[in-house]
């Protein structure tokens, strides 16, 4: 037992572990600095690696002996930029083991044990999942029928434990620490959904209006996750490629771009904008401070 751990602590000697993240309006973000910190407390190095910056990193993951991933769900999936990513990735030799987290409005929709079962074809080894339902719900539209929503303490101490107790999982290299809810009806949605999904995509981004008089030509607009947007005398958005993560309305300085169906709608600033927050620094710092006393 005792040589096992200390094999296991030689090896993590080099380990900085990836946490490769997509976050739109901010709240998986938020849950990977969380995550994050937890590892820090569990004395790992941790590197978070937002998915627009993932293809200069070209990660090599014979390498890589743990990693993380989180998405917010849409349509009832880890968004369509990471699931792309992920079944691309390449079959491993060695087992590489990873985690995953997700961020949702209270139907992930067996979105982890989806993701789970593409990397473990590919060889990768499962060692732990969280899917925290925001406060907020609705990550687009800071909706006055929310307003009296906030973070719960326990909900954010969660996630940060989630991160300490996975950082003995690897530390040990034993057990597996699942905090996902998956669930039979989830399948079957997601399942049904997935048929649905392209023609979601394609026509709900459709209803991105445009009101040229508002226009700046300031080009924010063009900080797209998915390249799906270019500015040309005015923003042209390829209805294939949008994931309605919905970034250029909130980047939008003016409201020159707006969803016609809420034309008048004030968008969602992030987690930090919700009652409750607590930086996940502070938490870091709060709970050194336990462990010096
Ligand atoms: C286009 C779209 C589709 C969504 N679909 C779902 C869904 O199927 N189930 C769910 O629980 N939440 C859904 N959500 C809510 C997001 O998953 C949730 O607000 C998430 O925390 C956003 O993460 P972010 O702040 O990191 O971008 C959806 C949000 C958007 C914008």
Not at 226 to 240: G, L, R
Request: net charge positive; with cysteine.
């Amino acid at each position: 037992m005792l040589i096992h751990i200390y094999i296991n602590l030689l090896n993590l000697i080099e380990l900085k572990i990836p946490i490769i993240y997509f976050s739109s309006s901010g709240n998986t973000k938020y849950i990977a600095k969380l995550i994050r910190n937890g590892l820090i407390l569990a004395k790992l190095e941790t590197e978070l690696i937002p998915y627009n910056t993932i293809k200069k990193r070209n990660l090599n993951f014979e390498e890589i002996q743990v990693f993380g991933i989180g998405a917010p769900i849409y349509a009832l999936a880890f968004t369509p930029n990471i699931l792309e990513w992920v079944q691309n990735l390449p079959k491993v030799k060695k087992k590489v083991k990873f985690f995953l987290f997700d961020t949702n409005a209270g139907l992930p929709g067996s979105s982890i044990k989806h993701v789970r079962k593409i990397l473990e074809k590919k060889n990768f080894e499962f060692i732990g999942a969280i899917e925290i339902v925001t406060p907020t719900r609705d990550s687009v539209f800071d909706s006055k029928f929310f307003t009296h929503v906030k973070w719960s303490r326990k909900k954010i101490e969660k996630v940060f434990q989630f991160g300490i107790n996975l950082g003995k999982v690897i530390k040990t290299g034993k057990g597996v620490l699942d905090w996902s809810n998956p669930t039979l009806f989830g399948s079957i949605i997601r399942a049904y959904f997935r048929v649905l999904k392209k023609p979601f995509y394609k026509y709900t981004s459709k209803l991105i209006g445009y009101n040229h008089k508002e226009c700046i030509s300031c080009k924010a607009c063009e900080n797209c996750p998915t390249d799906a947007i270019k500015f040309d005398n005015k923003p042209v958005i390829n209805h294939e490629k949008c994931i309605l993560c919905f970034r250029c309305l909130r980047n939008c300085p003016n409201n020159a771009l707006y969803f016609k169906l809420l034309p008048k709608a004030k968008y969602f600033k992030g987690p930090k904008t919700i009652n409750g927050y607590i930086h996940p620094n502070d938490l870091l710092k709060e709970y050194q401070q336990k462990i010096m006393k």
